[in-house]
Nanobody
Framework: EVQLVESGGGLVQAGGSLTLSCAAS????????IGWFRQAPGKKREGVSCISPTSGTIYYAPSVKGRFTISRDIAKNTVTLQMNHLKPEDTAVYYC????????????????????????WGQGTQVTVSS
């Protein structure tokens, strides 16, 4: 059974930091790209950052570039999103999701990640940034 489990969300003041983790199981981790998405109330789910199986290709949304860093640990089957200099507009539920690497390349998922292209999702973790 494919499972993606997010952790690390919470409440932080503006300017602070949080580290989100996505633990993957039930599939061949090395064959999949992993993406982080977020959804704020009343807004569409948007791609935040994605990473290829070898970490050779990485996407960041313009709104988080320079503040967030994505990484993956193949030995632990985890993907981490380090979020620094957080802003109130980063408040959202954050989800991790997987997509087969061949499919990701065919669809350009790491150029412009579309949530509809990702096939498995975690339950989400709330990030709240207070001003």
């Amino acid at each position: 059974e494919v499972q993606l489990v997010e952790s690390g969300g919470g409440l932080v003041q503006a300017g602070g930091s949080l580290t989100l983790s996505c633990a993957a199981s039930g599939f061949t981790f090395d064959d999949y790209a992993i993406g982080w998405f977020r959804q704020a109330p009343g807004k569409k789910r948007e791609g935040v950052s994605c990473i290829s199986p070898t970490s050779g290709t990485i996407y960041y949304a313009p709104s988080v570039k320079g503040r967030f860093t994505i990484s993956r640990d193949i030995a632990k089957n985890t993907v981490t999103l380090q979020m620094n200099h957080l802003k109130p507009e980063d408040t959202a539920v954050y989800y991790c999701a997987s997509i087969g690497w061949a499919t990701a390349q065919a669809l350009g998922a790491l150029i412009f990640p579309d949530p509809d292209d990702f096939d498995s999702w975690g339950q989400g973790t709330q990030v709240t940034v207070s001003s």
